[in-house]
């Protein structure tokens, strides 16, 4: 149950891991479409935590291309219909992530993400 | 909710028969008595592993099956969502720390919440992901601290979890309680919109934990304050941390006028008896449940709890049947 939305917010947090961190890269996934109620005003307050480039490269990475490369000023329905859907229907159920600083991998199973670290890796 | 809260009742392995023993051996030479110890230490950490495995799975559905610890649990998320203040009709996306098999994050469901939780229990989580929450889970350690970018969450909640945090875990420095508490709290802190806020209820051992961890959030940026619900009240006594963040920036009743400095005033806590409060539990519960019903969310008749023990009568059966059939043949 990763949907992009919250790997959008996810960085690495292992020790001295700090910049380059972000965002983390999906490999071997696995994906699920789950259908979610559309709520434009949560997608309008939303809009300005997102991290607009990685979302639309991981995005296209998992086969969907439908997010302009720029964020756009006028926020259609069209628009924010593809924004819901790339953001809170699109289930990554297996596979891993990988941080692009460090390369700690985070794997996926089942839909969770496994985000212990090991001792010396605790900042 | 961390499934360790069972251990507490089996973790006293009672010293006093230990020192009765070498009492009564003394006569016989030290390393016999020696001997003995280490073969008593081995079968006890034997026992302890087989208590905690059975723990792991067991309890996990055990704890989020009892009615009235899931009262309890839904109780203290309301109250939580209450001390959060958030603007009223404006969505929120909000972080769960130690989410457990997703009781509060049902309640987050039905609000129309978004959220994300953490929880270091496999099994909590996997029960979680039976009740199919909408919220995405994550394995983790809180006292590893998170990894979220600033600002990501709108506000966050914690039931019944971060007393644990008070727990040495190895001899490794990164494991011992202040700093689990500082990684913690700095990088909650952190993650949190500015303005927001964390409420966080926790079972304190004593008033020294409580100051000893309010301590800790400040030092980590935090503002606001301790506000204890029923404080007279041995039983319905309840800790939150209520933690602000610039200044917790409430968007609801206008509750405090922090005057022109941005601070909000720290919530009250409630007072009375627990029992003055049983009629609206209880018509929260029916609320709820009917919210449930009308969302096509209905439970199931044959759910994973009538399975399960479906299941286990079944294995109970066939063992009888097998005895029986010994004796005939």
């Known amino acids: 149950m990763v949907r992009l939305i919250t790997h959008n917010l996810l960085a690495c947090h292992a020790k001295d891991c700090n910049t380059n961190n972000f965002p983390l890269e999906f490999k071997d996934v696995q994906l699920e479409i789950r259908e979610a109620d559309f709520n434009p005003d949560f997608l309008k307050g939303f809009m300005p935590k997102i991290e607009w480039k990685a979302l639309v490269d991981t995005a296209r990475q998992l086969g969907d291309t439908s997010l302009p490369l720029e964020q756009p000023e006028m926020l259609d329905d069209e628009f924010l219909k593809n924004l819901h859907h790339v953001l809170l229907e699109i289930h990554v159920e297996e596979g891993s992530m990988t941080c692009p600083n460090c390369k700690h991998v985070y794997p996926i199973s089942n839909g969770i993400p496994n985000m212990l670290l090991a001792e010396h890796e605790i900042g | 909710m961390s499934l360790s809260l069972s251990f507490t009742g089996h973790h006293d392995p009672q010293p006093l028969p230990l020192t009765l023993h070498s009492a009564l051996f003394t006569l016989h030479s030290l390393s016999s008595v020696l001997a003995l110890l280490v073969c008593a230490a081995i079968v006890l950490v034997l026992v302890l592993v087989l208590v905690a495995r059975y723990y792991g799975d067991a309890e996990a559905k055990k704890y989020t099956s009892n009615t009235r610890n899931q ?210 539990r209880f018509e929260r519960r029916r609320e709820r449940e009917r919210a449930k019903a009308k969302g096509g969310k209905r439970k199931a008749v044959k759910d994973r709890d009538w399975i399960l023990k479906k299941k286990e009568e079944d294995e109970d059966e066939d063992e009888d049947e097998r005895g029986r059939g010994r004796g005939r043949w």
Request: hydrophobic share 35%; proline share 6%; aromatic share 8%.
């Open chain 2, 71 to 280: 009262q309890i649990q839904a109780d203290m998320t309301y109250r939580a969502l209450e001390l959060l203040n958030l603007p009223p009709g404006q969505p929120a996306f909000l972080l769960d720390i130690g989410c457990g098999s997703g009781l509060s994050g049902e309640i987050l469901d039905e609000e129309g919440y978004l959220w994300a939780g953490v929880d270091v229990a496999p099994s909590m989580l996997e029960v979680a992901l039976e009740r199919e929450v909408e919220g995405d889970l994550f394995l983790q350690d809180i006292g590893q601290g998170f990894g979220f970018r600033p600002g990501s969450f709108d506000g966050a909640i914690s039931i019944s979890v971060i007393q644990w945090l008070l727990n040495a875990e190895t001899s490794h420095p990164t494991s011992s309680p202040p700093h689990r508490l500082q990684r913690f709290f700095t990088t909650l802190h952190s993650s949190l919109r500015s303005p927001s806020r964390a409420v966080l209820q926790f079972y304190p051992s004593s008033d020294e934990q409580v100051q000893m961890i309010a301590g800790v959030a400040r030092k980590a940026g935090f503002g606001g304050g301790v506000v204890v619900d029923y404080p007279n009240s041995r039983r319905a006594r309840k800790v939150f941390l209520c933690l602000f963040v610039g200044g917790g920036g409430g968007g609801g009743s206008g509750s405090g006028q922090g005057g022109g400095k941005g601070e909000e005033e720290l919530p009250k806590g409630l007072e009375g008896e627990e029992e003055e409060s049983a009629r609206v």
